[in-house]
């Protein structure tokens, strides 16, 4: 027999159903609102006050997707390789984003640890897999998981993940995993049935707020709490990624954030690994990172799209939308968010019609993550374009040599280091066709309202969608590819050789630029960053450091008289001491 245990403080009676067989469950004499009872082994679902079998809240498996029965795991029985494993900070480190469902055409974890080669060699430390809890049907980004303990099967399920980690540490990769507590999915989340897990005392993008501080706050509280440290200890992870962390609305003195801060931290303590917490705010608030002592949330990180914004609008010129503020000066927002890691410290912001944020502290630019592309920027254009798509290889090249040598923690976006020529869409997989429909329209009148034709938006639910977004490994080897995957494992190997090239003080950095003449010049130590965006023939850059030489360029790049730079068209250089 099996103990079975489930959280439904409303419900009269639950019977656990196994292989559709029905148990008795009785209430948990030491913990209110919990029942408990012993059946058989199997596929197995909860029944409420007589209602239809439902999931496992906690299922930490789901063979036959969301809506299915549950399936035990035994997390102690999968052979963990012998290849030690001590874990890997996040400061230092460079990340590299990757969706497992189209990193490869097979789309599986055996599949993405196939090409883990592939990111050694380009020399990144931590590989930060886009959400893999169960969602309905087969593609999916993966933020409409419904069951939080679980991994999606199509990937591989629960042993197809911890292989995956297994082969990432035994190539001295550690492993990110993004995480949704936010919100559920629309379709297969039976969470309300069992109890108050959602309140409509707060509001979010999604509908109802998870309910994080209304009563039975504490076991919702625990519910993702438990999830979290699971992910750290049963599959062990390095790390999460907490998306989207403002719209986690929590009125109580102890902010979730905090609590779950501290509990990460006595599990990194008690494992003996460091284990870190990214968040992703749209706040602006050095809170988010402060540490737990100095009346901050204790986060490690957080994603920056300021620094994301600026640099986009400096290399695009595009200007609509939330792009507006860094576009009128895309020189000065650049060198405003390598020097003071948020462009809106306070200042007014005319996307949103108010001020905005906070100062961040300078002497601690590794806890905010710099990045060229993500899922986000790339997936929620209307067409899922990439940078590559319409910039010159030269700019490409300019903008990961801003992000390689920040103060900040540089991440890279799967196939951005090749300038992929697949685009990378937003794509679904609802097998409820109103909510399919639902999904295909929204976004059509979404882009409508920024001026696209309906017809020129790709339909989520198209297989050619998510097929076309599929990665094209042929392409790494190609000479037009080539060139720029060289220029991204050299920035790597100059950052990690050069101390200074990845020092965390924003202090220390002091940024140069001419908007006229196309140029901008980052100062770090005893070395130079320079870039020329766009422009004709060859413009001289001064760099206040006659003796410098070049250590790395992609494009045209020459020392000119009087300790200056000659720079073409869209290119740029990396210089250092003699």
């Known amino acids: 027999m099996t103990g079975y245990r489930v959280w439904a403080p409303a419900a009269g009676r639950v019977e656990v159903e196994v292989a559709g067989t029905a148990h008795p469950m009785r209430p948990d004499a030491d913990r209110p609102g919990w029942w408990c009872g012993e059946a058989p082994a199997g596929p197995y679902g909860f029944r409420l006050d007589g209602g239809p079998a439902l999931p496992d809240p906690r299922s930490p498996r789901q063979p036959d997707g969301p809506g299915g029965p549950s399936l035990a795991v035994d997390h102690a029985a999968f052979a963990w390789s012998d290849t030690p494993w ?4 996040l400061p230092g480190s460079v990340l590299y984003e990757l969706h497992v469902g189209t990193f490869t055409p097979a789309g599986t974890f055996e599949a993405a640890a196939e090409r883990l080669d592939h990111l050694v060699a380009l020399g990144v430390d931590l590989v930060e897999l886009m959400p893999v809890c169960p969602f309905p049907g087969r593609y999916g980004w993966g933020y409409d ?11 591989g399920g629960p042993d197809g993940l911890k292989r995956f980690v297994d082969a990432a540490h035994r190539k001295g990769l550690g492993v990110v995993l993004d995480v949704v507590h936010n919100h559920l999915g629309p379709s297969g989340n039976h969470l309300p049935a069992f109890g108050p897990y959602f309140t409509d005392r707060h509001h979010t993008p999604w509908g109802a707020a998870v309910n994080l501080d209304a009563p039975g706050s504490d076991e919702v509280r625990g519910y993702l709490i438990g999830s979290a440290l699971a992910w750290l200890r049963d599959y062990r992870i390095d790390g999460l990624r907490l998306d989207a962390v403002h719209a986690l609305a929590d009125d109580r003195a102890l902010p979730f954030l905090e609590e779950l801060a501290g509990e990460v931290d006595r599990l990194a303590a008690a494992t003996g690994r460091p284990l870190f917490l990214i968040g992703e705010s749209d706040l602006n608030d050095p809170r988010t990172t402060n540490p737990r002592q100095a009346g901050g949330l204790g986060l490690a990180a957080q994603w920056s799209d300021d620094f994301h914004h600026a640099l986009h609008a400096l290399l695009t010129g595009e200007s609509q939308g939330y792009y507006g503020d860094f576009a009128e000066d895309p020189y000065a927002a650049v060198a405003k968010t390598l020097t003071g890691g948020f462009f809106h410290d306070g200042s007014w912001s ?12 300078a002497g601690y630019g ?3 993550l710099g990045y060229l592309q993500t899922h986000d920027q790339v997936g929620n254009r209307a067409t899922g374009d990439r940078l590559a798509a319409t910039l010159p290889p030269g700019r490409l090249a300019a903008g990961a040599a801003l992000v390689l040598t920040s103060p900040f923690t540089p991440m890279l976006f799967m196939g951005e280091e090749w300038g992929a020529g697949t685009p990378w869409q937003y794509f679904t997989d609802h097998t409820d066709p109103q909510l399919a429909e639902a999904v295909r329209q929204g976004r059509r009148r979404e882009f409508a309202e920024h001026g696209w034709a309906a017809e020129d938006v790709p339909d989520p639910q198209a297989r050619s969608t ?12 190609l000479p037009s590819h080539a060139e720029l995957l060289d220029w991204y494992r050299t920035l790597i190997r100059l ?6 090239l990845m020092d965390q003080d924003l202090a220390g950095v002091a940024v140069r630029h001419d908007r006229e003449r196309g140029w901008l010049v980052v100062h770090r130590g005893p070395y130079r960053v320079a870039v020329r965006i766009g422009g004709t023939g060859s413009v001289a850059v001064p760099l206040e450091y006659p003796d410098a030489r070049v250590l790395a360029a ?3 790049a020459a020392p000119g008289p009087g300790g200056e730079l000659l720079l073409g068209p869209d290119a740029v250089a990396v210089l250092g001491p003699a």
Do not use: I, K, Q
Not at 86 to 89: E, K, L, N
Not at 466 to 477: H, I, K, R, Y
């Open 466 to 477: 998510v097929l076309g977004s599929v990665l094209d490994w042929s392409e790494p080897a």
């Open 145 to 155: 998981g419904v069951s939080l303990w679980a991994v999606h099967e199509p990937y």
């Open 495 to 500: 950052r990690r050789s050069c101390p200074e």
């Open 366 to 368: 590794h806890r905010l």
């Open 350 to 361: 005319s996307f949103r019609g108010r001020r905005h944020g906070r100062p961040f502290p």
């Open 86 to 89: 001590s874990g890997r900070a």
């Open 554 to 556: 992609f494009g045209e």
